[in-house]
């Protein structure tokens, strides 16, 4: 990981289902704004591709255990509203959704295949949200960067729904990606005992890797 990041963490406890959801768990984070260092991502052999399936702190976390993923990054896309916030993008009137930036090797892994990691990671027919979190700031979408990538997307979903799954993800045309706030970077692995990591991000992320294991790190935790 490039991101090194240092703040005071709040451990909190999940008894049986977590029910808060990720909006709430981080108001006393505010006042610990991180640092991150200078380290550039060299992307010269790079690809990148966005994604927005709930809480980016999830998702997040699982592309980061990707093999082929070299950096990751949470923030907001798919919205109308320039610099959004994390405030503003809980209104649900920024337009924006809590998306991923993906970094990723194309010869080590390929945009099909983030794709299927995509699917294979959430709740594929669930509308305006995911699990917990719920609200047009959690839907999901899929964004495309050109036609061939639209192609994917799209022979995807026509193989779930002959499966008859309802996808509810939206697919839109990338335009641009707004970075979020320093202390939601890496937040899964920065916070493993908080509630909601423990309650939603987990099961989430082991899911996942149970369903994949091809496609997972050697060092993925």
């Given amino acids: 990981m490039l991101k090194n990041i240092f703040f005071t963490s709040i451990t909190c406890l999940a008894f049986f289902t977590i029910t808060i959801a990720c909006t709430n768990q981080t108001k006393e984070y505010k006042e610990f704004e991180p640092k991150i260092s200078n380290a550039v991502l060299d992307t010269s052999n790079l690809k990148k591709a966005h994604f927005a399936s709930g809480c980016f702190w999830c998702v997040e976390a699982v592309y980061e255990s990707v093999k082929g993923v070299q950096e990751v990054y949470s923030g907001y896309a798919g919205g109308h509203t320039k610099n959004p916030t994390y405030e503003a993008s809980n209104t649900g009137k920024t337009g924006h959704a809590e998306a991923v930036e993906v970094w990723y090797d194309p010869k080590v892994i390929s945009f099909e295949q983030l794709v299927d990691v995509y699917y294979g990671s959430q709740n594929i027919e669930q509308v305006n949200g995911q699990g917990p979190d719920s609200g ?50 890496n937040y899964e692995r920065l916070h493993p005992n908080q509630g909601y990591i423990q309650g939603v991000s987990v099961p989430r992320l082991k899911a996942f890797q149970a369903k994949y294991p091809e496609l997972l790190k050697e060092n993925k935790h």
């Fill in 136 to 185: 047009s700031q959690y839907r999901s979408i899929i964004f495309y960067q050109n036609e061939a990538e639209k192609a994917i997307i799209e022979a995807k979903i026509k193989a779930l729904e002959s499966k008859g799954l309802k996808v509810a993800s939206e697919v839109m045309p990338f335009t641009k990606f707004w970075m979020g706030e320093a202390y939601h970077q």
